[in-house]
């Protein structure tokens, strides 16, 4: 059965939430489900930094399964950049994590007085204080929530100052470097004076037809290996800045703040540039099996010389190390055990989400 939360940051309030199964069925997965419970709830009018405001981080069905490209997480809400109901998407693994930690969706509304964060262990929910967060940035809360929710299993989403500051495109971020990074989602979460949300356990979404569920997965695989020449060879070997050259000589690429669509030095950012002079390794969100995520080391007379994941792709959290990759078992097909020791121990590690 799928979980959901209600809380509330005005009152300290958290409910479970009950979405009648007839609205699950008619709206999927995050972004459909998110979008008509906002729409039914939000008043018309309302200023998306107010606590008027809701929020709405949201997983689908398929997310932490072994289905290939489950690995994804959305926020919904007004965003305060558009006016409008608003998602933004992010991938790594703290969609899974969420799954895991018990929950399908937080739908957060009302502002706290205080700084916040919310901390979900296997189905318990917890609104914990902030205070000496406020004002760090993505990194260091991340690896402060980390290290008190006990350090192996904990996965991370939260804003640096920017969010707190109500910078209207400020984003959340997940495993330090993914990022739901449109419309301006951080800002409402600074609104609220929520940092972060902290997720930890061990409960695995429930299969109710394994068997059908493993063939169709399996399928599904094989042709996102196998059947498209841009999920086998082109994300994998060029990321999504693959799509720079293509979109430039279309004439659609946005350039000062696009009042032009062409940008004449384009290919200095391209895919197959970047592969070409800083690419050291691909990776990908959880059970990936296409890997469109960076790994680039920048020359030290660069003022941003060094190695880590970026730019663009999938590139997911944590500092680039030198573990040796996980198997297959353990991400690339979904199926280890979530926040074991042997998979936290590759965390850094490249290809751990090798399919
Ligand atoms: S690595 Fe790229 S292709 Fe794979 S799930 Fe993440 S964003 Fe999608």
Known sequence: MRRFLRVNLSTGSIKEEKIPEDTLKDFIGGRGLGVKVLYDELESGIDPLSPENKIL???GP???????????????????????????QSGGDFGPYLKFAGFDGVLFEGSSEKPVYLWLENGQPEIKDASSLWGKDVFHTTDAIIKEGGGNGVRVACIGPAGEKLVRFANIMNEKHRTAGRGGHGAVLGSKKLKA?????????????????????????????ENSEVTSETLPDEGTAALVNEINERGGYPTKNFQTSVFATANRTSGETLRDTLLTDSMGCWGCVINCGRVSKVPAWSYFSGEGEG???GDRGGERGSGSGGSAGEHGDGTGEPGSAGRESTERGVGQHGG
């Open 57 to 59: 981080i949201i997983t």
């Open 62 to 88: 398929l997310t932490g399964t072994a289905s290939p490209e489950s690995g994804r997480w959305c926020s919904v809400t007004k965003s305060p950049l558009t006016g409008t109901i608003h998602d933004s």
């Open 197 to 225: 949300i902290g997720v930890k356990g061990n409960k695995r979404p429930q299969i109710a037809d394994e068997d059908t569920f493993k063939a169709a997965t399996a399928k599904a695989r094989k042709r996102l290996k």
């Open 311 to 313: 730019p663009g792709g």
